[in-house]
C-alpha cells in the first residue's frame, strides 16, 4: 500500500510556534507532508499594499490593498491544500481564520482547527465543521503522522 | 425590466437589533426581499443539542451537538440565500460569522460585511472578500434598495 | 424572520414505521416540510425492472435493471432535497441506506441518520459525516421543528 | 498511444486480504498503479481518536472522535482517486464501504464493486451505481491490467 | 408521502410520434410531468440560422449558425431538466442525441434511452452510462408513471 | 409540449435603447421571458458607492466602491438568468459587458452577442464564445421566440 | 513564455489511421503531447465483459458489461484529458464518439472535431460545441502544433 | 514552510513589452513562477484559422475559426493557471483581455489587472474583482515575488 503526500495549509495565529513545533514534529518523523502558509509576518501582511502598490491616506483602503495581496496568496495555496490547519489562540479576533475554515469547508477539504479548550464554546460552529480538534500542535503532528501512516 | 425577488441570509451578532431595523427598513419600502437568518435565540442555540439529543456530561459535546443541529439550518437556508449579509459587533468574536462568510464566499455568494469603523483592521480579510462594507443597518437597506431598483 | 420551506428525503429502511411518525408528527406541528422518499414498497422496488422492461433470467441483470429504476426516482429526488434523513434499523443491511448518505455528504446536503444506539459502533463513518445522529423518529421531529422554527 | 498512469483507492473490507491479492496481481504485472487505502487496522482505527485526542466516557464519541480522524484520510485520498475498488464481504455491515461507493458516484469516479455474489441482491444499488461487479480480487486484477492496456 | 413534480426533457429522433405518444400517455395518467424538447421541425431546425440571423454562401456555416441557435434552446432546458430521454431510430445518425446523452450524464441527470433492440450493440455505450434503456415510448410512460407513484 | 419561461440578462450598451427594444418586441409577441440588467442609468451607477457608503477622495476607491455595490445587482441576476445577452457599441469600451461574457461562458450559459459588424473583429474572442451574434435588437427578438416557440 | 504540455484525448473511429497519422505527426515535430484513447481493437472492446467478468446469455448484457468496463478507461481518461479529438467516418454510427464530445463539452474541456466533410450537416450540433472542426489528420496536427507553439 | 511554484497567465495587450519585462524581473529574482500566455503575434493570431482550415470568404467566419483556435490554448491554459494577470492598454479595445478576466473570476481564480491609471474609471468593474490592480509591470514583478516569498 503506498503512502501518499499531503501539502497541509497552516492557518491563523502568528504570534505563537505553532507552525514551526508541527513543522519540526513532521520532519522528524520523516512524513511526506509539506507545509504552506499566509504569510506570517504582521508588519509586511499589514504593509504590502502600501509598499508595492502606492500610499493611502484611509486606513480603510490601507487594509483592503493589503489583505487583497496576501489573499492571492492564500487563495492559491489553498487551491493546492488537500488538508487545512486552523490555529486560534488567546489575544486575536483572528477573523480572517475562521473566515479560511468557512472557505475550506464549503470546498470540501478536510480541516483540522488548533485552539486551547478554553475556546471550546466560542468556536464550537468552526470545530462542528471540522475532522478533528486538537488542542496542542504535537496532537496535530500525531494526526497528521495517523493519516500518513495509519499507525498509533 | 423586472425586479427580481432576493433572498438575504443573515449572518453574526444576536445581542443587538441589526436584524430588525434592516427588515423594518426594507419593509417600509416594500422592497421584494425575503430574510432569514440563524437561530438568534442564545440559550436554544447553545442547548438544543442536548434538549433534543439527550444530556451530554462534556462541555465540548455539549456544544459540538449544539453546534452541528444548528449547521442544519444555516447550511439549508445558505444554500437557498441570494446574497448574504454578515454583522460583527465588539462584544463577541463570533467566529461562527467569520465562518459564514468564508463558506459563503466560497460558494460565489455576494457577501456584505457590517460593522463598526473600529473593527475594520481586524477584519481586513473578511472585509475584501465582501462586495459592500456597511457601517450601519440603514446603509444595508440602503443597499438592498439600491440591488433591487437601481435608484438612489 | 421568514420560515423557509424544507424538502426532506427520507432515506433507508422500509419495514417499520419511521416515515409515518415523522410525518405525522410534523404534519400535527403544521411545519412547512415537503416529505419525499424512495419507492417503499419491497416487491414493487425489486420487481419494476422486469414488470415494465421484461423479464430477465438472471437474478444479477433483474436485480440490476430494478435498481436502476428505482435510482431515477432516488437520484431526482435527492437532486432536489434540502436535508437527507437516513434510517438504519437492526435487520438489514442497508447498503442502500449508506449509500445515499454518502452520495448526499459529497453533495454537500444536510445529512440527519436516525438508529438505535446499539448500531452506532457499525455506524460510525456514516455518523461522523452527519450533522445529527437521532435515536427516535419523535427526535427527527424536533430536529425539524427546531431548523424551522428555531424554538425549542 | 500511451499508457496512464492510476491511483486506485481500495475500500471496505478489512479482514481478508483482497487488497494484497490485488496488488499483488498487478505488481506481477508490472502495471502502473498506485494503490492507496483507508487505515485497516481494526484496533488503530478504532482507538485513533482517544489516542490522539484523548479518552472519552461515551463510546459514541469515542467512535465519532475516531471516525473523523479517519475521514482525513479518506477524504484526501478519494480526492486524489482515479479509481475506486469497494469491496463487500459476508460478515460485517460495512456501511462505510457503501458510504465511500456513494461518495465516489456522486463525485463521478468510476467505481468497481467486488463482493461474493450471494451478496448481489442486498448490494443492488450499489452494484447499480458501478461501472464493474467482481467476484474475486484477480477479476479486479484484469479489469485493472484492462483499464490500462486495453488487451485482454 | 408527497409527490414530487418533474420536468422531462426529449431528446433525439423527429421522424416519428415517440413523443406524442409519452406525453399522451403520462396525460391520460394525469401524471405531474412537464415534457420539453429541442425544435423538432426539420426545417426550421435547419433554416434557423439565416432566417433570423442572414444567409451564408457555404453550408458549413449555414449548418453552424442553426445548430447554435437551437443549442440556446437545448442548453436552456437541459439545465433545466430533471430528467432525460433520449431517442435513437433505425434511419438516422441523431449524433445530436447521442451529444445530449454525454452531456446529461456528465452533468449527473437520469438519462432513460429509447431505441429498438436491433441497435442495442451500436448504442451500448450510450445505454451503459442510462438508468433505463426502453424499447418502447410506452415503457417510457410506465418509468415515469413508477418514478412519480412508486406503484406498478 | 410545454413552454419554457426564461429570464434574460441584458448585458452592456446604456446609451442607446436596445433593451426597450427587445422588451417591447418580445412583449408584443407575449413570449414568457422576464428581462433583468444591471442599472443602466450612468450617474447613479457611478454614483452609488459613495451616496451610498460615504465620500471618498481618490477617484480610484469611489469607482471601486461603486463597481462592487453594482456586483451584488449583477452576480444576484447572472445567477438567476436562463440567456445571456450581451450588447457591444461604437463609443465605449464597455469592458464590463465582456467581462459579464466571459462570467457567463465560464458558468455554462448560453450567450448571446449584439453587435454592428464593424465591431466584428475587435469582439472575435467574445464572438467565438456566443450561440449567437445579432446585429440589431429585433433579431435578438426574433433567437428568444424562435427558443421559446421553435416556429419561424 | 513557457510552452505546456498537452494530454489529448483521441475518441471515435477505430477502422482508419488516424490516431496513427496525428502522433506521427506530432512526434516528428517533438511537440509536448501526450495522447490517450480509448481501447481500438474492436474484438477485445466487445468481449472484454464476458472475458473477464463471465459469460452472458444475452446479447444486451453482453454488451452492457463491456460498455462498462470500457468506460472505466474513458471516464478516466476523460477527467486526465486538456483537449479532446473526436472523430467521426462514413461507415459506423460512432453514438459513443458523440456521446464523449458532450460529456466533454459539458465538463468546458476544448473539444476538436475531425471528420470528412461531407458528414457536416449531420454532425453540425457536434461541430457546433466544437473549438475547431478539422478534414484531416493533418490539420489536426497543425492545430496541435499551433496550440503549443503559437506559430504557423 | 515551503515555498510553492506557481503558473501564471498573462493575458491582453500584445503591442508592448509587458510580458518580457514582468518575466525578465520574476527570472532575475530566480522565483518559482511559469508564465503562460496566448498567442501574442497579431498576424498569426487573426491569420490561423484560414491557415490552417482552410480560407473563409466571409471576415466574420474568417474572425470566428481564428478566434476558436485560439481558444484552444488560451482554455487549457486558464484552466492549468493558478493566477491570472490582465494587462489593458490605451490603444485597443482588448474585449478578449475582458473576457478572459470575466472568466477566470468566474472560475475563482486570482486576478490581477494591470493598466495606467487612466483607464481605471472605464475599467472599474473588472477592477473590482481583481486582487490587485498594478500600474507597471514591475509592481506585478513585485507581487508576484511577495506571492511566492512573502517578504517585501
Request: aromatic letters at 8%; charged letters at 20%; a negative charge.
Amino acid at each position: 500500500m503506498s503512502t501518499t503526500h499531503l501539502t497541509v495549509y497552516l492557518s491563523g495565529e502568528i504570534h505563537s510556534d505553532w507552525r514551526e513545533r508541527i513543522e519540526t514534529g513532521c520532519r522528524g518523523l520523516e512524513l511526506p507532508v509539506t507545509f504552506v502558509s499566509p504569510n506570517t509576518h504582521h508588519a509586511s501582511s499589514d504593509g504590502c499594499g502600501e509598499a508595492i502598490l502606492g500610499d493611502e491616506t484611509s486606513p480603510f483602503w490601507r487594509d483592503h490593498k493589503a489583505a487583497k495581496l496576501n489573499a492571492i496568496r492564500t487563495r492559491t495555496l489553498l487551491n493546492q491544500a488537500d488538508i487545512v490547519v486552523v490555529r486560534f489562540g488567546e489575544k486575536y479576533r483572528q477573523w480572517n481564520a475562521a473566515f479560511d475554515a468557512g472557505w475550506a469547508a464549503a470546498k470540501g477539504l478536510p480541516v483540522i482547527v488548533l485552539h486551547p479548550p478554553e475556546l471550546g464554546h466560542a468556536l464550537k460552529e468552526v470545530d462542528a465543521a471540522a475532522l478533528a480538534v486538537a488542542q496542542t500542535p504535537e496532537q496535530v503532528v500525531e494526526i497528521l503522522r495517523y493519516t500518513v501512516t495509519s499507525t498509533l
